[in-house]
């Protein structure tokens, strides 16, 4: 039987990542004590890897495809055919940033001021080639964890990944340049992307994965409405094309269904039942493909 082996995030992403997949219809099962995952499509074969090596092993062929962040493809240089892109992080659907950070009392304004000074990161690949695009020298440390607390004590400043913010401002530091936005990718190396089947069962995947996270964001509504209040109720009825209208067994009424972002639907259901709309029905989606 033909598999596609497949790395997926172990660590921050590694939550969110199986629950993308859930609701693309995969269900994947994982065991604290093993990498190997468990996934009811006997074609794919899974396991857990840190993000930070998943671009190389997948372009080294050790893996056909992988999810890893861009900034993590651009700090290996790793040459994979990048399948598509997938919006989320840690604690949302948003992308998250590679920023450069000192103290808040730091006399740096910017990276012009970092000349011939020491930066610590685990990006080291990634803010040197920042540092030589702004034509600044600067000395640049690998580092194992715990960045936050070097900067203004053992280095000048960072290079860190953040989604919010919080963790920085909460060491007392200041975001001074934000270097990129970084979304997780699905990536694939040249010589699996060349194998027919194999294209497609990724591209199939791409396919769902994009479908669950475009649903992220989506619910679906549908309701009962008498036909004197049905054109009001469809001027302010916002959809994906047009609501779907079908006639009901009772004369007059129709049911109409819609699908609508999901922050719209707390202001539109009191609106859409001040205008008559019955059976109001908010459900949520799985896929939008």
């Known amino acids: 039987m033909n598999k596609i082996k497949l790395a997926l995030p172990k660590g921050s992403l590694q939550e969110t990542t199986l629950s993308i997949f859930k609701n693309a219809g995969f269900e994947i099962y ?46 290996n240089n790793s040459k994979v055919i990048e399948v598509c892109e997938l919006t989320y992080s840690k604690l949302g659907f948003r992308p998250v940033k590679i920023v450069l950070a000192v103290p808040e009392k730091s006399d740096i304004k910017s ?35 715990a960045t936050e607390i070097k900067a203004g004590k053992l280095v000048d400043a960072i290079v860190e990944i953040t989604e919010t913010g919080t963790t920085l401002y909460s060491h007392n530091l200041k975001i001074i340049d934000v270097i990129m936005e970084s979304t997780p990718r699905l990536i694939v190396n040249k010589v699996s992307w060349k194998d027919k089947w194999k294209r497609e069962k990724i591209e199939n995947i791409a396919l769902l994965l994009k479908g669950a996270l475009q649903a992220e964001n989506k619910v679906g509504l549908k309701m009962n409405v008498e036909k004197r209040n049905l054109e009001r109720i469809l001027k302010i009825l916002p959809a994906m094309k047009k609501p779907t209208i079908s006639t009901l067994t009772e004369k007059n009424w129709y049911a109409v269904e819609t699908i609508i972002d999901k922050n719209k639907a707390k202001e539109l259901i009191p609106k ?14 799985n896929k939008v493909v």
């Open 30 to 75: 994982s065991n604290s004590r093993s990498y190997y995952l468990s996934i009811d499509d006997p074609e794919i074969e899974c396991v857990l890897l840190r993000t930070q090596e998943i671009p190389r092993y997948v372009e080294l062929g050790a893996f056909d495809a992988g999810i890893a962040g861009k900034d993590w493809i651009i700090e």
């Open 111 to 145: 990276v012009k001021d970092l000349e011939n000074k020491i930066i610590a990161t685990e990006l080291v690949n990634l803010t040197k080639r920042y540092l030589i695009k702004n034509k600044v020298k600067a000395k640049v440390e690998f580092s194992y964890g």
């Open 272 to 285: 859409l039942k001040k205008l008559g709309a019955q059976g109001i029905v908010e459900y949520p989606l």
